[in-house]
Nanobody, 120 residues
Framework: QVQLVESGGGLVQPGGSLRLSCAAS????????MGWSRQAPGKERELVAS???????NYADSVKGRFTISRDNAKNTVYLQMNSLKPEDTAVYYC??????????????WGQGTQVTVSS
């Protein structure tokens, strides 16, 4: 029913930029928090950024000042603008959202991920 689809990943050189997008679709009643996590090979998934419906945002210390999360509620979409990318940012990036769908209470949904590789 509800699906999150990420896009915008790719290969960039250190210092480059990418913008990730995540669009939610399905029988959505409302969306609360939306955010981004990432997972590198052999490591646990870590939180990167989140955007609460009221406008508050949170960032991991490792990305503060470089990444910016934003939302377009009319499109049920969350974005992650990534600047000054470093090799340590290499990971699969996953979108997540707390969504109330038709016939359900709020549940956390996850996208399938998009690969970001930072290398020279």
């Amino acid at each position: 029913q509800v699906q999150l689809v990420e896009s915008g990943g790719g290969l960039v050189q250190p210092g480059g930029s990418l913008r990730l997008s995540c669009a939610a679709s399905g029988n959505i009643i409302s969306i609360d928090t939306m955010g981004w996590s990432r997972q590198a090979p052999g490591k646990e998934r870590e939180l990167v950024a989140s955007f609460i419906s009221g406008g508050w945002t949170n960032y991991a210390d490792s990305v503060k000042g470089r990444f910016t999360i934003s939302r377009d509620n009319a499109k049920n979409t969350v974005y992650l603008q990534m600047n000054s990318l470093k090799p340590e940012d290499t990971a699969v990036y996953y979108c997540n959202a707390d969504i109330a769908a038709w016939g359900t209470v709020y549940q956390k949904y996850w996208g399938q991920g998009t690969q970001v590789t930072v290398s020279s």
